[in-house]
């Protein structure tokens, strides 16, 4: 549970990231499709052989979870980074940001129209406190009228959020988190890219200096900086933690990253970092403090066949 929690936070600060360090390449010419398609097949790359690794030829483990790590690499990856960014081509970044981190109120409702069981109160309560801290970091101007076609985009990125959440804890076929990730997000970048490359959303790049920390630096730094720390990091982390907490606590640890996001870009980029925020940054985590973790769903158990000649080459999955 603790080891859970851990990651889930790791996760989080790493995710936050990418604000700060994207930021300065969409100012010097990068689109923001461009920018994620980049960090996201680079992530990927720089997970290949971790994975390798934690697979050691066992192939079958990963056709055996094929349709786990499709939605990831193209819901939980592709779909939502495509969604949330038609959002912000219509209406501000903090109303599309608030619309997408509904997504643990989505899997509490999901929760409950499925077992038709109503919500104990302290999750109803930590939903309540969370939101309210969600609202008052990313600032109340969120809630004012906008597009509508913009919030349904911007919704359509939450529900690909809360896919992300429960493909990353629905652990049960053995497959390694780092495998997910890594997989995923190579099958996500490459959606992205044909997507970028068939001209459907804006896709543009730059090779120009760009400036961090008050110097000139190359343009891969921060792209490898938030490839590594708020993707490859991030995306195995949040999986590997969601598998131990579960989806619905995982999703409420995520809202961290809106905390962590403002306090990265008040040290990277000197934006400021208010006492209404800091104040909504409390409530989000007194409401996570209330919302209790699921158990976990048990990892399918691997029966091993001793062979004729004494090997243990083969092995059968019990399902």
């Not at 349709?67 to 819901?75: F, N, S, Y």
């Not at 001209?199 to 730059?206: D, E, H, K």
């Not at 996570?288 to 769903?297: D, G, L, N, R």
């Amino acid at each position: 549970m603790r080891l859970g929690l851990a990651a889930a936070v790791v996760s989080a600060a790493t995710f936050a990231t990418s604000g700060a360090f994207i930021k300065p390449l969409l100012e010097t010419g990068w689109s923001p499709a461009a920018a994620v398609t980049a960090r996201t097949l680079t992530a990927g790359l720089l997970l290949l052989p971790i994975v390798l690794v934690a697979l050691r030829g066992r192939w079958r483990l990963l056709w055996a979870a094929r349709t786990r790590v499709a939605a990831m690499g193209l819901v939980g990856v592709a779909f939502t980074q495509l969604t949330y960014f038609a959002a912000v081509h219509r209406i501000p970044v903090s109303t599309a940001l608030l619309v997408e981190y509904t997504s643990p109120l989505l899997l509490v409702l999901w929760a409950w129209a499925t077992t038709r069981h109503l919500p104990r109160p302290a999750v109803l309560l930590g939903s309540l406190l969370a939101v309210g801290g969600l609202v008052l970091v990313i600032g109340p101007g969120a809630l004012q009228a906008v597009d509508p076609v913009g919030v349904a985009l911007a919704f359509a990125a939450a529900i690909g959020c809360s896919v992300y959440y429960v493909v990353a804890a629905r652990a049960h076929d053995g497959l390694p988190p780092v495998a997910l990730a890594g997989v995923g997000l190579l099958l996500g970048g490459l959606v992205l890219g044909a997507v970028g490359a068939a001209g459907l959303i804006p896709f543009t790049a730059s090779t120009g200096d760009i400036t961090l920390f008050g110097s000139a630096v190359p343009w891969w730094v921060p792209l490898g900086i938030v490839a590594v720390f708020g993707t490859a990091i991030a995306y195995a982390t949040g999986i590997f933690g969601s598998g131990r907490i579960g989806s619905r606590l995982a999703s409420f640890m995520g809202l961290l990253e809106v905390v962590f996001a403002s306090v990265f870009a008040w040290l990277v980029l000197g934006e400021s970092l208010t006492a209404v925020q800091m104040i909504g940054g409390a409530l989000i985590l007194a409401g996570i403090a209330s919302i209790p973790a699921e158990q976990p769903v048990p990892a399918t158990p691997v029966l091993t066949i001793q062979t004729s000649s004494g090997t243990a080459d083969d092995a059968a999955m019990l399902r």
